[in-house]
C-alpha cells in the first residue's frame, strides 16, 4: 500500500501518469474483473436547503426552475428502468425536506417491487431515517465527504458541519449499508496535500465505492470565476483510489465526461468499473443543473442505455448483469 508521501509524489509528478493508469487498470482488472456495472440514477428533485459554495441547486440560486418528482412517477420511471435491464437504481436529490422519513419510506417500497438493488443520495439525515430507509429496503447510500480538509469544507459549506458529515457515514456503516463517498477535485484553495489524504479516508473508513468528480464551474454560485478542475489530476486521485481499495467499486463519472468526450471510457480505463446513466425523463434533466453542461440533456433513457452499452463493448468489456455489490459479492 503507497504512503501518504508516495501519494503526494505521484500527484505532483505527471510523467508517470501512464504507468499509474496502466496500473490502476491491471488492478481493476484482477480484483473486480471486466464486468462494467450500470446503476440508474433518477435525479427526483432539485430542490436544496443547502448553499454548498460549488452547486448550482444550492438554495440561494434563485435562477433555476425547481421541480419535485413525485411516488407515482419515480416508481413509474424505476419500473421502465427495470425493464431495460438496470439492476441498481440510484435515488438522487438536493435536500429537499419534502421528502419526510415517511414519504421516503413509501418510495423506497414502490421500488424495491422491482428487482433491483436500491441506492440512495439524498444528503445528511438522522440515524433514525436511516435505520427506517434500510428498514424498508435501501441497500446503498451515497454520501460524499466532498473534501476532508476541514477548513476547506467550511469555506464550501456554510452553515454545514464536517463532524456530521462524518456522523452520517458512520451511521451508515453501522447500519449495514454498502457506503459510497468520494470527493470533488480542483475546488479553489484545495491542495494535493488533502487529496493525498481524502485518498487516505477512503481506505480508513473501508468505503464500498468512491465517485471522484471534477469540479466545473457554475456560473450561478459564488465560484462561477473559479477555474475547472484539471480532467487528468481527476483521474489521477480515482487510479490511485483503485490501487488503495482494490475491490471496491468506482463510478466513471459523468462530471469526467462533461470536462472530456471521451471521459467515462478513458475513466473506465484507468481503474472505474461502473457507470450511472440517467433514467430521468428528458423534461426534468436540464433542471438539475448541479454544475453546467452535463452530458445527455436531450437525450432520453433508451438512448443512454444503448449509447453507454455500445461504448462498453467497444473496449472489450461487458454490461454486469448481476446486483453489483461491492467487494466481489455478486
Ligand atoms: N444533495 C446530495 C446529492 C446531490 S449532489 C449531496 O450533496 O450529497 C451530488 C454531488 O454533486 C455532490 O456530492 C457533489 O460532489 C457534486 N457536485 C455538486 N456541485 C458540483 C460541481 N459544481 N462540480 C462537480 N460536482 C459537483
Ligand atoms: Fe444541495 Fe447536494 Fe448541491 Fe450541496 S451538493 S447544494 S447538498 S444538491
Not at 427526483?44 to 440561494?60: A, D, E, Q, V
Not at 465527504?145 to 480538509?149: F, G, N, S, V, Y
Given at each position: 500500500m503507497l504512503k501518504r508521501d508516495e501519494i503526494i509524489n505521484i500527484l505532483n509528478d505527471d510523467t508517470k501518469n501512464d504507468w499509474l493508469f496502466t496500473l490502476a487498470n491491471k488492478v481493476r482488472k484482477e480484483n473486480v474483473g471486466d464486468n462494467v456495472h450500470l446503476r440508474g440514477l433518477i435525479e427526483?428533485?432539485?430542490?436544496?436547503?443547502?448553499?454548498?459554495?460549488?452547486?448550482?441547486?444550492?438554495?440561494?440560486?434563485?435562477?433555476i426552475e425547481r421541480y419535485r418528482i413525485l411516488k407515482d412517477e419515480i416508481t413509474k420511471i424505476a419500473k421502465n428502468a427495470s425493464k431495460m435491464g438496470y439492476k441498481t437504481i440510484v435515488l438522487q436529490s438536493g435536500e429537499d425536506a419534502y421528502y419526510s422519513s415517511d414519504k421516503m419510506i413509501e418510495i423506497i417500497k414502490c421500488i424495491k417491487q422491482f428487482d433491483v438493488a436500491l441506492t440512495l443520495s439524498i444528503g445528511e439525515r438522522t440515524y433514525d431515517d436511516y435505520k427506517a430507509f434500510k428498514d424498508a429496503g435501501a441497500d446503498r447510500y451515497l454520501i460524499r465527504?466532498?473534501?476532508?480538509?476541514r477548513n476547506l469544507y467550511k469555506q464550501m459549506h456554510p452553515n454545514m458541519d464536517f463532524d456530521n458529515r462524518l456522523r452520517c457515514l458512520n451511521d451508515l456503516k453501522k447500519l449495514g449499508y454498502e457506503v459510497g463517498t468520494g470527493c470533488l477535485v480542483g475546488l479553489p484553495n484545495q491542495t494535493i496535500e488533502s487529496l493525498a489524504d481524502d485518498i487516505l479516508f477512503f481506505k480508513e473508513i473501508e468505503a464500498d465505492m468512491v465517485g471522484i468528480g471534477p469540479f466545473i464551474s457554475h456560473p450561478q454560485t459564488p465560484l462561477n470565476n473559479a477555474p475547472n478542475g484539471n480532467f487528468t489530476l481527476a483521474l489521477k486521485v480515482m487510479a490511485l483510489t483503485r490501487i488503495m481499495l482494490p475491490d471496491i467499486n468506482i463510478p466513471a463519472t459523468t462530471a469526467m465526461e462533461t470536462l472530456n468526450p471521451n471521459g467515462r471510457i478513458i475513466a473506465l480505463q484507468s481503474g472505474a468499473n461502473v457507470v450511472m446513466p440517467n433514467v430521468t425523463s428528458q423534461k426534468y434533466r436540464a433542471k438539475y443543473e448541479i454544475y453546467p453542461n452535463k452530458i445527455c440533456l436531450n437525450d432520453n433513457p433508451d438512448k443512454c442505455r444503448n449509447c453507454i452499452s455500445a461504448k462498453i463493448e467497444s473496449i472489450g468489456r461487458q454490461v454486469a448483469t448481476n446486483y453489483g455489490y461491492s467487494h466481489n459479492k455478486g
Open positions: 427526483f428533485s432539485n430542490i436544496c436547503n443547502c448553499n454548498c459554495k460549488y452547486c448550482g441547486l444550492r438554495c440561494h440560486n434563485k435562477k465527504i466532498e473534501t476532508t480538509d
